[in-house]
C-alpha cells in the first residue's frame, strides 16, 4: 500500500508465479492445486487490506505464453551472460542447497531475473531472500549494456516463533502465526514463542541444528540484530507498520517501536 498511495503515480504487478511453483516441486508438482493455492494467496492479500485500486495480477503460466516471442529470447540471453556457477548462488531464492538442485530450479532464477524485463519493472519489490536474483537482474544490465537498472527493494523476512528461526519454517505450523488460525491458536503461538530480554553477542547459542539450516540464511536480514526476539519483531513489522498505528501492554500505549523495546528491555 505505500508503494501504491496516492500522488506515487505507480502500479503494483502481482506475480502469481505458478510455473515457478511447479519448478519448485510445490504440490507435489500438480499444477491444478498450485493454481487454487495461487487463487487463494490472491485471496489473503486482499483480506490484509491491500489497496487494490493500483495493483494488477497476471499469472506467469498465462502472461509467458501469451507473450513467449518476448519472454523467452530475453531469458535465452540472460541465460547465455552468467555462467552455472554464479546462477546456482541465486539458489536460496528456492530455500535449496546447491546440491540438491533439480535441473528446472536452474532455470528458476533465469526465469525470475527475466521477469524484471519481461513486466518493465522499475522497482523490483520482494523479500531480502531474493535479493541475489534482483542483483543478478542488475548485473544483467550491465552485461547486456541496459541503460536503466531496476530498483531493488528488499522487505524484512519475520523471525519464526521459536528460538534459531531466522524465518518461518513451512515444516512447523508453530513457527508463525497464519491467516487461517483462530484467535485461541495466535494466543498459543505468542504466549509459547521465544520472547528473549538480553542481546546475545555468541549468536550460536540458540541456532538450528547444521541440517535444519536454509540455503541462504545468511542473507535473511539486512541489519545487525543482536537479541532477535520474534515477538518485538511482530510488533515493529506487522502491528505498527500501518501509518498511525499504535500498541498497547502493560496499561501503557506506545506509537514508536524503539519505545516498546526500550520498555521491554
Same mark, same amino acid.
Given at each position: 500500500n505505500?508503494?501504491?498511495?496516492?500522488?506515487?503515480?505507480?502500479?503494483?504487478?502481482?506475480?502469481?508465479?505458478?510455473?515457478?511453483?511447479l519448478?519448485?516441486? +510445490?504440490?507435489?508438482?500438480?499444477?491444478a492445486k498450485?493454481r487454487?493455492v495461487g487463487q487463494?494467496?490472491?485471496?489473503?492479500?486482499k483480506a490484509?487490506?491491500?489497496?487494490l485500486?493500483?495493483?494488477?495480477f497476471k499469472?506467469a503460466?498465462?502472461?509467458i505464453?501469451?507473450?513467449a516471442?518476448?519472454?523467452?529470447?530475453?531469458?535465452l540471453d540472460?541465460?547465455?551472460?552468467f555462467?552455472?556457477?554464479r546462477i546456482?548462488?541465486?539458489c536460496?531464492?528456492?530455500g535449496r542447497?546447491?546440491?540438491?538442485?533439480?535441473?528446472?530450479?536452474?532455470?528458476?532464477?533465469?526465469?525470475?531475473?527475466?521477469?524484471?524485463?519481461?513486466?518493465?519493472?522499475?522497482i523490483?519489490?520482494l523479500?531480502?531472500?531474493q535479493r541475489?536474483?534482483?542483483?543478478?537482474?542488475r548485473?544483467?544490465?550491465?552485461a547486456?549494456?541496459l541503460k536503466?537498472?531496476?530498483?531493488i527493494?528488499?522487505?524484512?523476512?519475520?523471525?519464526g516463533?521459536?528460538?534459531g528461526?531466522?524465518?518461518?519454517s513451512?515444516?512447523?505450523?508453530?513457527?508463525?502465526v497464519?491467516?487461517?488460525d483462530?484467535?485461541?491458536?495466535v494466543?498459543?503461538?505468542?504466549?509459547?514463542?521465544?520472547?528473549p530480554?538480553?542481546?546475545?553477542t555468541?549468536?550460536?547459542?540458540?541456532?538450528?541444528?547444521?541440517?535444519e539450516?536454509d540455503?541462504? +540464511?545468511?542473507?535473511?536480514?539486512?541489519?545487525?540484530?543482536t537479541?532477535?526476539?520474534?515477538?518485538l519483531?511482530y510488533?515493529?513489522h506487522?502491528?505498527?507498520?500501518?501509518?498511525?498505528a499504535t500498541?498497547t501492554?502493560?496499561g501503557?500505549?506506545y506509537?514508536?517501536?524503539?519505545?516498546?523495546?526500550s520498555a521491554f528491555?
Amino acid at each position: 500500500n505505500k508503494c501504491t498511495h496516492p500522488g506515487t503515480n505507480s502500479k503494483f504487478v502481482f506475480w502469481v508465479a505458478d510455473w515457478f511453483a511447479l519448478m519448485n516441486d +510445490k504440490m507435489g508438482g500438480d499444477l491444478a492445486k498450485i493454481r487454487i493455492v495461487g487463487q487463494y494467496l490472491i485471496e489473503v492479500w486482499k483480506a490484509a487490506g491491500m489497496d487494490l485500486s493500483n495493483v494488477v495480477f497476471k499469472w506467469a503460466s498465462e502472461e509467458i505464453t501469451n507473450h513467449a516471442d518476448k519472454y523467452w529470447p530475453t531469458m535465452l540471453d540472460v541465460g547465455r551472460r552468467f555462467n552455472v556457477t554464479r546462477i546456482k548462488k541465486c539458489c536460496q531464492i528456492m530455500g535449496r542447497l546447491e546440491g540438491s538442485l533439480t535441473a528446472a530450479q536452474i532455470l528458476y532464477p533465469l526465469m525470475q531475473c527475466t521477469d524484471v524485463f519481461f513486466l518493465k519493472a522499475d522497482i523490483c519489490q520482494l523479500g531480502v531472500d531474493q535479493r541475489k536474483v534482483n542483483m543478478l537482474a542488475r548485473e544483467y544490465c550491465d552485461a547486456a549494456g541496459l541503460k536503466f537498472k531496476p530498483v531493488i527493494l528488499s522487505h524484512h523476512m519475520l523471525y519464526g516463533l521459536k528460538a534459531g528461526q531466522e524465518k518461518m519454517s513451512k515444516s512447523d505450523p508453530d513457527s508463525a502465526v497464519f491467516m487461517e488460525d483462530t484467535a485461541e491458536d495466535v494466543e498459543r503461538k505468542i504466549n509459547l514463542a521465544y520472547c528473549p530480554n538480553k542481546e546475545k553477542t555468541d549468536e550460536t547459542n540458540d541456532a538450528a541444528p547444521a541440517e535444519e539450516v536454509d540455503a541462504g +540464511k545468511e542473507s535473511m536480514h539486512l541489519q545487525v540484530d543482536t537479541l532477535k526476539n520474534p515477538c518485538l519483531d511482530y510488533v515493529q513489522h506487522i502491528i505498527l507498520c500501518p501509518p498511525g498505528a499504535t500498541f498497547t501492554a502493560g496499561g501503557k500505549t506506545y506509537s514508536v517501536f524503539s519505545s516498546v523495546k526500550s520498555a521491554f528491555l
